[in-house]
């Protein structure tokens, strides 16, 4: 057992995060140091690898246990190790690089952790650890409960998708286990490939059996046995650490053949995309687990009647199934509780792109993006004024600084033509020319349409060709002549796309259009 309650005449323990952001700018290097450096002192010293707490300008954030609780010292790199020794680190000694107590850091204190509750805070593959803070108990009380049931406490929590369609999750589960099938599925939809997004990653790293947790309870609930988790090529350590810990997770009795004593059945595995943006689409990524090109299939039938191999299924985003043990621990209750209007729960933000202080925040729906950007994130890196702000992916709109205090919820951003989605959140500051980002969400679309829809296919070629032609223009009726027709491009491929790959291309571009048309004016008029 792994759970660390401090001890004084036991070694010291120091906490050194796995997680991909850690390991990215040094956290191996920096383990070995530490203990290279004890060593060499005659020290002892314990190094748990735990996930990342989210505070990524931190990293590498290492922690020591004391008897006031955990002191966080970051960033770390390898040159600092003997200073922290010189600076009694061991036993939570001051130092330039310390924070004091981990959990009193405003940008983790001010946060609501429901789903990210054990995240940096326990030894990812351990089980003993994750039972030690409330895991598995959501799964001992569904197993105690018929399946309906089940679907009536997520259904009555109010979630909904978190992968960015936001459809109430109940719903999609009380299809499936109303439909007639000998074989049903569970998948969860871990091609996470927003451009700044990373808390499924996250979830996938640092609490993967949360994630088991989430999928176990939906098998249960809608009589499933057998569960895919399609995670991106692009994530090596998610399609390891889950692929352990579905190995450990089975040899504790909570999958295979008999759940956690429940008589009934679930197995479940990793399946690794190519690498495909549009197999983030529900209807794609099956083509693709079924060993086919990703290419995205009409409906309906819906997955939930006609999905896996042609059999019921319900389809999930990470961290709509992760929210299902809390949900169950908890009650449905406790869940709808959070949130504002029909936006009900946490959501993990993901704060990237021209930001001082990027990382993961976890709030009730309801706070807005103008505190996300300056009470957590602290405003740009460069210092300059942020001037546009894409939320929800590569797809999602560009929000000018005159809707950054509208409530991050789906409707509020609904009703101004934008998407909360997955919840990236991507910061430029005032040197972005958003006319190229509008032609870059053309190219982008180019690039990874699946070709099956004129509109996708067609519509982002002919848009990258008029944004120029509209750049390009040199007298005001030609400006005005091109500027329309890539309107009536955005209208064709909204309405005629068959899924959100051109669906929701124009949004990024309508959005840079709509508030920064001085962007779109011919280059030699622009003042240098």
């Known amino acids: 057992m792994s759970i660390h309650h401090h001890d004084p005449l036991a070694a010291p323990v120091v906490y050194v995060p796995r997680d991909s952001a850690a390991l990215a700018v040094g956290a191996d290097a920096v383990a070995a140091a530490i203990t290279a450096e004890a060593h060499k002192r005659g020290l002892e010293v314990r190094i748990v690898r735990n996930s990342s707490r989210g505070l990524f300008w931190l990293e590498t954030l290492v922690e020591v246990l004391t008897a006031n609780g955990r002191v966080a010292y970051g960033p770390v790199e390898v040159d600092d190790v003997p200073s922290l020794f010189d600076a009694g680190f061991l036993q939570g000694g001051a130092h330039t690089l310390g924070h ?8 983790l204190a001010k946060q609501e952790r429901l789903t990210f509750a054990r995240m940096g805070i326990t030894d990812p593959l351990s089980i003993a650890d994750y039972e030690a803070h409330g895991g598995l108990e959501g799964l001992r009380r569904a197993v105690a409960m018929s399946s309906a049931d089940i679907v009536k406490e997520v259904t009555d929590s109010g979630l909904r998708g978190r992968g960015g369609a936001a459809f109430p999750a109940g719903i999609k589960w009380k299809t499936v286990l109303a439909a007639q099938a000998e074989q049903k599925y569970v998948v969860c ?14 979830t996938m790293e640092g609490d993967p059996f949360m994630l088991i947790e989430g999928m176990t309870i939906a098998a249960l609930a809608v009589g499933a046995t057998r569960g895919y988790i399609y995670i991106r090529s692009e994530y090596p350590h998610a399609v390891a650490t889950m692929t352990e810990a579905i190995a450990r997770a ?67 985003n990470v961290i709509s199934l992760a929210s299902v ?10 869940y709808r509780d959070y949130g504002v209007g029909r936006s ?17 925040i976890e709030k009730a729906f309801g706070i807005t993006l103008r505190e996300l950007l300056f009470d957590f ?46 919840g990236g959140i991507v910061a430029h500051d005032d040197r972005a020319d958003m006319s190229k980002l509008a032609r870059y969400a053309m190219e982008f679309c180019v690039t990874e349409s699946c070709g099956k829809c004129t509109p996708c296919r067609i519509g982002s070629t002919r848009g990258v060709e008029v944004i120029d032609r ?59």
């Open 470 to 528: 509209v750049k390009a223009a040199d007298t005001p009726e030609a400006h005005a002549s091109q500027t329309e027709l890539l309107r009536d491009l955005c209208d064709t491929m909204l309405s005629g796309s068959l899924c959100a790959m051109g669906g929701m291309t124009p949004y990024p571009v309508l959005s840079a259009l709509n508030h920064f048309p001085a962007d779109f004016e011919a280059t030699a008029k622009q003042p240098a």
């Open 377 to 422: 994130g602290g405003g740009s890196a460069s210092g300059r004024p942020i001037k546009a702000v894409q939320v929800g992916g590569p797809l999602g709109a560009y929000l000018p600084e005159s809707q950054w205090d509208i409530p991050l919820d789906y409707e509020a951003y609904s009703a101004v033509g934008a998407v909360v989605g997955h």
């Open 344 to 360: 009900h729960g946490t959501l993990p933000f993901q704060l990237a792109g021209n930001i001082k202080h990027g990382g993961l």
């Open 100 to 107: 004091g107590i981990t959990e009193q850091i405003p940008y």
């Open 325 to 334: 043990p809390i949900v169950m621990a908890k009650g449905a209750q406790f």
């Open 250 to 316: 089975e040899s504790a009795g909570w999958l295979g053949e008999n759940v956690a004593g429940s008589g009934r059945a679930f197995k479940l595995e990793v399946r690794k995309a190519a690498g495909a943006y549009v197999c983030g689409e529900e209807t794609a990524m099956l083509e693709s687990i079924e060993g086919k090109r990703g290419i995205v299939r009409a409906k309906p039938p819906i997955p939930a009647l006609v999905g896996l191999f042609g059999q019921p299924t319900v389809i999930n």
């Open 189 to 202: 939809n871990a091609d996470e490939g927003d451009s700044g997004t990373f808390s499924d990653r996250m």
